[in-house]
């Protein structure tokens, strides 16, 4: 799959679950909707993880909000 933002990705999940829901697509368009939908549900859910990852690590520093980079990880000696 092409690199996508979050937005661009749930924007054409939403257009695919659409399609899907309208019923006007043949059965083999059908699967390959769905199959792209799964991919792309797969990449938001990734999204996600890292980004609420990162909001965790900014209220963990210290009890005060500080920017730390997202591969420091919660086990860095602090």
Same mark, same amino acid.
């Given at each position: 799959m092409p690199k996508k933002s979050f937005e661009t990705a749930l924007t054409r999940l939403e @257009?695919?679950? *659409? *399609?899907?829901? %309208?019923? !006007?697509i043949t059965l083999e368009t059908s699967l390959k909707r769905f199959n792209e %939908?799964? @991919?792309?549900?797969?990449y938001c859910d990734e999204q996600l993880k890292h980004a609420r990852a990162k909001v965790e690590m900014l209220?963990?520093?210290? %009890?005060?909000? =500080?920017?730390?980079?997202? #591969?420091e990880g =919660? #086990? !860095? %000696?602090?």
């Open positions: @257009q695919i679950t *659409e *399609e899907l829901e %309208g019923g !006007d %939908g799964v @991919q792309l549900a797969s209220m963990e520093k210290d %009890g005060t909000l =500080k920017t730390v980079p997202f #591969n =919660k #086990n !860095d %000696g602090d």
